[in-house]
C-alpha cells in the first residue's frame, strides 16, 4: 500500500455525499448504495470499581480463581451496546445513540456512567475501529468485491502527528504542567507574541508521514480533508494490519509505545462495489454495498451492527426509543 497524489480518485465520493449538513448520515456516508449496515463500536466496562483494592497481606488469602477476578474486576473489558443497555434497562435499536443508552441526564457526562449495579462503563472510541474490529468486516469486505487487491485508504488529516507542519517544537516545560488550561492559554499567549518569536523562524516539525505526503494533495470532502492512499485491501484482513501499513506510527515506537496505526476513516475498493465510513465523530462506522454484505455483516456474531436504511438520521438527538 501506498501514498497517491491522486486526490481525483475519490471525487465519486463528493459527488454522493450532501453538499450541506442536513443531520443525515449522508453528510458523510454516500447515497446510491443497495443497502447500509450500523457497526457500533464497542465500549468498555469495569466492574464495580466502588470496592476497595485489597491489601497485600489479603492476596494471600485469596485463591487463584479469587485473584483473577479481583484483577478483572479493576481492569477495564470490552462490552457491547446490548449488554450495556440491558445494565441501564434502556432499548438498544438501529438508531440508538450512546448518551441515551446510558441515561445521561441534562449536562451530565456521557463519557463515563455508572449502572445500577454499580459497573462503570465507558463511551465507545470515536472516529474508528478498533484493529480486531475492522480485521472482521474487513474480511466480508474482501469477499463482497470484484478489486481486493486494488483499492483506497483515506485517513482524516486532523487525527495526532500524522502530518508533519511548519511550526515550533513543543516547549519542554509543557510536560511538567500536564493538561493545565491556564499553563497552556500562557503557552498559547507566549506563541502569538511577536517580541517572543521575533528571531525564531519556523522548522519543518516531523510527522508520521513524510513531508512529501504531508504537503501533498488532499482528498478533500464536506468538512473533512484527508490523505490518500491506494494498494491491496487483505491488508486489513490481518489483526495485525498495523504492523503493514505506511502510516505506522514509527516514532511513538521509537519511543517505547506498542506498534500502532491510525484506522482508515474510509476504505472502498476500485470497483466501488461497498465504501467504509469512520467519521471521527460517530461511535460507529457505516457500511454501504451490496445487500449480501450488508446480511452477511449482521449474521457475524464478532461484531454488532444493525441495518439502517438509506438517509437514516444519526445524530446527538436521534434516539427517540430512550429519551
Not at 171 to 198: C, E, K
Not at 206 to 221: A, K, N, Q
Amino acid at each position: 500500500m501506498e501514498w497517491t497524489p491522486d486526490a481525483s480518485a475519490g471525487d465519486w465520493l463528493r459527488d454522493r455525499i450532501d453538499d450541506a449538513w442536513n443531520g443525515t448520515m449522508h453528510d458523510v456516508v454516500p447515497r446510491g448504495f443497495p443497502a447500509y449496515a450500523r457497526v457500533l463500536h464497542p465500549a468498555t466496562v469495569r466492574s464495580l470499581p466502588d470496592r476497595p483494592v485489597p491489601a497485600p497481606e489479603e492476596w494471600e488469602r485469596f485463591s487463584e480463581d479469587e485473584r483473577t477476578r479481583v484483577i478483572e474486576r479493576l481492569q477495564d473489558a470490552p462490552v457491547t451496546w446490548a449488554e450495556t443497555a440491558a445494565a441501564f434497562d434502556t432499548v438498544l435499536h438501529p438508531l440508538a445513540q450512546w448518551h441515551r443508552i446510558v441515561r445521561t441526564p441534562m449536562d451530565g457526562d456521557w463519557h463515563t456512567r455508572i449502572s445500577p449495579d454499580g459497573r462503570e462503563f465507558s463511551a465507545p472510541l470515536e472516529g474508528e475501529m478498533l484493529p480486531d474490529d475492522l480485521a472482521t468486516v474487513a474480511s466480508h469486505l474482501v469477499a463482497h468485491t470484484t478489486t481486493p487487491d486494488a483499492g483506497f485508504v483515506a485517513l482524516w488529516e486532523g487525527r495526532g502527528t500524522l502530518l508533519g507542519h511548519l511550526g515550533h517544537p513543543p516547549s519542554g516545560a509543557s510536560s511538567l504542567f500536564g493538561d493545565d488550561p491556564n499553563h497552556q492559554a500562557m503557552l498559547d499567549r507566549s506563541t502569538r507574541d511577536p517580541f517572543n518569536n521575533v528571531f525564531r523562524r519556523p522548522t519543518w516539525q516531523e510527522g508520521i508521514l513524510s513531508r512529501e505526503v504531508s504537503e501533498g494533495p488532499r482528498l478533500s470532502l464536506p468538512g473533512r480533508d484527508h490523505v490518500l492512499f491506494r494498494g491491496s485491501l487483505r491488508v486489513f484482513e490481518d489483526a495485525d494490519w498495523q504492523v503493514h501499513v505506511p502510516w505506522r506510527d514509527r516514532p511513538s515506537e521509537a519511543r517505547g509505545f506498542a506498534p500502532s496505526a491510525q484506522a482508515p476513516s474510509l476504505l472502498w475498493p476500485e470497483d466501488r462495489s461497498w465504501v467504509l465510513v469512520s467519521e471521527i465523530d460517530y461511535d460507529s462506522t457505516i457500511i454501504a454495498g451490496r445487500r449480501e454484505l450488508i446480511v452477511a455483516l449482521l449474521a457475524d456474531p464478532r461484531v454488532e451492527a444493525f441495518q439502517i436504511r438509506e438517509g437514516a438520521d444519526l445524530t446527538w438527538d436521534a434516539d427517540d426509543l430512550n429519551r
